[in-house]
């Protein structure tokens, strides 16, 4: 399920078929900038304008230039284990995961960190974003729920 987000964009052709689709919003002009909400996901911004519902594609006929602020509450980092490009296994804490490589003896492994979205009350997440840090990985995932 994708998470709708509020947000404001200013009206911006990019392509060909950005410009065709403005076209068919009557009085809608470049440089304009409206509220509405915006689908990460498939990168569509609805709003209403002069009364009417309408859609803008964030990259084709808009650019996005705010959304509502996500809360980091929902957001989990783990740490994997990895070997010849492996995952090994996946632990909560760097500690626990440096305990694991030496109980097993493994050498040459790596540690990444994998962050990823709760998104239901049941936990399950959106597929994570790696990173060599966990600030890396921080902000690959945010630069995604964009």
């Known amino acids: 399920?994708?998470?709708?987000?509020?947000?404001?964009?200013?009206?911006?052709?990019?392509?060909?078929?950005g410009y065709w689709c403005l076209a068919e919003i009557r009085g809608l002009k470049e440089g304009t900038?409206?509220?509405?909400?915006y689908n990460p996901q498939n990168k569509a911004f609805d709003f209403t304008y002069n009364g009417?519902?309408?859609?803008?594609?964030?990259?084709?006929?808009?650019?996005?230039?705010?959304?509502e602020k996500k809360s980091m509450s929902n957001i989990i980092v783990t740490i994997a284990v990895c070997r010849d490009k492996d995952i090994i296994a996946e632990f909560d804490t760097k500690k626990e995961a440096k305990r694991y490589v030496?109980?097993?003896?493994?050498?040459?492994?790596?540690?990444?960190?994998?962050?990823s979205e709760v998104i239901?009350?049941?936990?399950?997440?959106?597929?994570a974003c790696w990173g060599r840090t966990r600030q890396e990985a921080i902000e690959k995932l945010k630069k995604s729920m964009i």
């Not at 519902?53 to 808009?62: G, H, P, S």
Request: aromatic content about 12%; hydrophobic content about 40%.
């Open 1 to 17: 399920m994708a998470k709708i987000v509020k947000a404001k964009v200013r009206v911006k052709v990019f392509t060909d078929f």
């Open 33 to 37: 900038i409206l509220e509405g909400c």
């Open 52 to 67: 009417q519902d309408a859609m803008l594609w964030v990259n084709q006929n808009a650019e996005l230039i705010g959304n």
């Open 102 to 115: 030496k109980d097993e003896g493994y050498n040459n492994v790596e540690y990444w960190y994998l962050a």
């Open 120 to 127: 239901n009350q049941n936990g399950d997440v959106n597929p």
